[in-house]
């Protein structure tokens, strides 16, 4: 068997088209979710601090500022995505079980 013939194999046998795939699609889900909320959620909230944006809200701890903007936003960004991929999920999953369940 060739180095060519076993790479293909190789290939198809774990899937790595389709991983790289995967991969090249969530990194797209995820700029569409980080542009989303910096350009519509995040102006919407903005008005609600008393700096006027997220980037710029800190708490004072003693003598020392903790930039708690930049963690509110990422964890906002983590938070909508994760949903939007439960309820991808949900969708496809619920609908392959009852493809798959035995009726009655």
């Given amino acids: 068997m060739s180095l060519v013939s076993e790479f293909l194999v190789f290939l198809k046998k774990f899937g790595v088209l389709a991983l790289a795939v995967g991969v090249l699609l969530g990194g797209q ?9 910096d350009d519509v959620v995040m ?11 997220w ?18 936003e990422a964890t906002l960004h983590f938070t909508i995505v994760a949903l939007t ?20």
Avoid: C, W, Y
Avoid at 55 to 72: D, F, N
């Fill in 29 to 37: 889900v995820h700029n569409l979710e980080k542009a989303r909320i």
């Fill in 43 to 53: 102006p919407l909230l903005d008005p609600l601090l008393p700096a006027g944006s």
């Fill in 55 to 72: 980037e710029a809200a800190v708490i004072m701890v003693a003598q020392s500022k903790l930039k708690i903007g930049h963690l509110v």
């Fill in 85 to 104: 991929v439960f309820l991808l999920l949900r969708f496809f999953l619920r609908d392959a079980v009852d493809d798959v369940a035995p009726t009655k």
